[in-house]
């Protein structure tokens, strides 16, 4: 019955998104194009792919040998306009995702603005400016054309089988996918068969000029988040300790299925995405916590949800027990080499066409000067 109230909603929702789309690749509908590197990374879905782990794996190839600057929308912020993002940042005025990669790469430009286009100019104002720009979840955000176009897609729910909003999960239809130059099959196992990579391949519509990978995401150890205040010592044998998982986080199972593997006693309270934590739930989170009947415990939350409680009046026996689970992304059978190749040299080859530009424009710009010159 549900679904058959939610198909009409379905259809007119995915009229208006094919109009639109229609009407940029038409050009009636403009989309700037920048004389600068510019990639984004996104999805063709709502829910977790992935897209901060993966935008911080372009963050830490690039800077070591670019100036980057991540643009982000700043998703639930509170402010409007451009904003750069600064470690001291509030999430109220930038957003988790945003101060998350700002705490993680301080030296990295991040930045938010709802509309792209002038954040895009904004940074382009800087000086020095940068050499490369990464949009974070802005597959769906036509208004810039970028020069390579990254798109995710989690392993677990491929697009194949999926509807529009709000029937299924889909922001657009999955033939937009042949915008991609590039498209990540996210989440994936560690290994996987070859006649399962030809499979995803055709289920996506592989086109010629696309290149596919495959990733798995790789959690690392567990990070107190309050160091300074002599946190709770792990255990030697983890097996015999007990989590709880507080989680404010798209797709939470994954994370969840890892502590799992770490100890059979793992009790969890998941919260929606981009969850602001009240005072009532760190109530409620030490209540579940101190029900716990092992002694030896602790509470692990992610990444994201660091930088909302690290900001609130925590209870002195919550900063003892509160750790995070940090992750990162791995590319499978070594494929991470020929992704890098592919970023490194699109970033190559436009930062030095951009350069040459330059230097023609100021040289014609002298000349033009020398010609007044005589003239006079």
Known sequence: MLKLLLYPLSLLYGLVVSVRNKLYDFKLFK?????????????????????????????KLLKQNYRVAALSRGYKRKSQGFRLVDTSSMVEEVGDEPLQMKRKYPGVTISVCENRVQGVDALLEANPAPDVVVLDDAFQHRRITPGLNILLIDYNKPIKDDYLLPLGRLRESKLQARRANIIIITKCPNEITPITRRIMAKDVHLYPYQDLY????????????????????????????AILAVTGIAAPEYAVRHLKQITSEVDSMLYPDHHNYTEQDIRNIMERYDRLGNPKKIIVTTEKDTVRLKQMNLPPDMKKALYYLPVQVKFLDREGKQFDKRILDYVGENKSLRELKKHKSEGNSGLNKRDRTISE
């Open 31 to 59: 989309s700037r194009e920048f004389d600068i590197p510019v990639i984004s990374i996104g999805n063709i879905t709502v829910g977790g792919t992935g897209k901060t782990p993966h935008t911080e794996y372009l963050i």
């Open 214 to 241: 495959f990733t798995t995401m790789v959690y690392g150890q567990l990070c107190p988040v309050f160091p300074e205040g002599k946190p709770m010592d792990l255990f030697n044998d983890p097996r015999h300790m």
